[in-house]
């Protein structure tokens, strides 16, 4: 049940689109860099494309809203990491990983 319920999970982060790259989601940009379910705690590691990014708290907000949407009841912690720095090579789509490797 519980690897079942972390599956859900993936599935609502992957309906959360970086608004300066609109047709790809944040877990396949590979900016969600854990996920962790215990019981009904979910925590979550993610970076940003840049140390400066303006949509900083909206982010993590929309992160946050996507999840309790399907599980209102989950609690939902994010920590925010650049260690490491997110490059294209963590993008998980390997069609998507080619537009920004050229």
């Given at each position: 049940m519980q690897n079942q319920n972390l599956n859900n999970i993936i599935e609502?982060?992957?309906t959360v689109y970086?608004?300066?790259f609109p047709m790809v989601d944040l877990?396949?940009?590979?900016?969600?860099?854990?996920?962790?379910?215990?019981?009904?705690?979910v925590n979550i590691t993610m970076?940003?494309?840049t140390?400066?990014?303006?949509?900083?708290?909206?982010l993590q907000q929309l992160v946050?809203?996507?999840i309790l949407e399907?599980?209102?009841k989950y609690e939902v912690n994010i920590e925010i990491t650049f260690?490491?720095?997110?490059?294209?090579?963590?993008?998980?789509?390997t069609d998507i990983q080619k537009l920004f490797n050229n």
């Open positions: 609502c982060l992957q970086d608004p300066e877990y396949t940009l590979g900016l969600i860099y854990d996920v962790k379910l215990d019981w009904d705690t970076t940003y494309t140390i400066a990014c303006p949509l900083w708290d909206m946050k809203n996507a399907r599980y209102p260690d490491p720095m997110r490059n294209p090579s963590m993008i998980k789509d």
